[in-house]
């Protein structure tokens, strides 16, 4: 299992000290570095059966430089996927991924009822 966080983000802080309390074990990825890849975020896409929107970081401050807001529903899958894997700033966080379930930004109550369900 990965969790993919940007160390100064208050929320991953906030989801890494809740997973460690659960004692659920996963390996830390720091996502301005290790950037998810445009195939890793093609698989998890799929396996989290969310819109394609919830994996970007709207309220980032890359995400309105950009002006994505707007641009994003001109844009078709492929190039989204692609824009999401050239900056680990355009992702939203934390993400949380095993081989069963991907899990976008941390609230607690769907954390735990998604997790319940490994464990």
């Known amino acids: ?6 160390a100064k983000c208050s929320t991953c802080k906030k989801a890494k000290k809740w997973l460690d ?3 659920i074990s996963y390996e830390d990825r720091p996502i ?11 698989k998890w896409h799929k396996k ?6 919830r994996f970007f970081n ?7 430089e950009m002006g994505l ?4 529903s001109e844009m078709d ?14 992702v939203k966080r934390p993400l949380f991924v095993s081989d069963k379930i991907v899990l976008i930004g941390f609230k607690e109550k769907e954390w735990e009822e998604k997790l319940r369900e490994l464990f």
Do not use: C, I, V
């Open 21 to 23: 309390e659960k004692g």
């Open 32 to 42: 301005k570095e290790e950037n998810p890849t445009e195939e890793e975020l093609k």
């Open 69 to 72: 807001k707007d641009k994003l």
């Open 1 to 6: 299992m990965q969790f993919l966080e940007y």
């Open 48 to 53: 989290s059966g969310l819109p394609l929107k």
């Open 58 to 64: 709207t309220s980032g401050a890359l995400y309105r």
């Open 77 to 90: 899958e492929e190039d989204q996927l692609r824009l999401l894997a050239s900056d680990g700033m355009l």
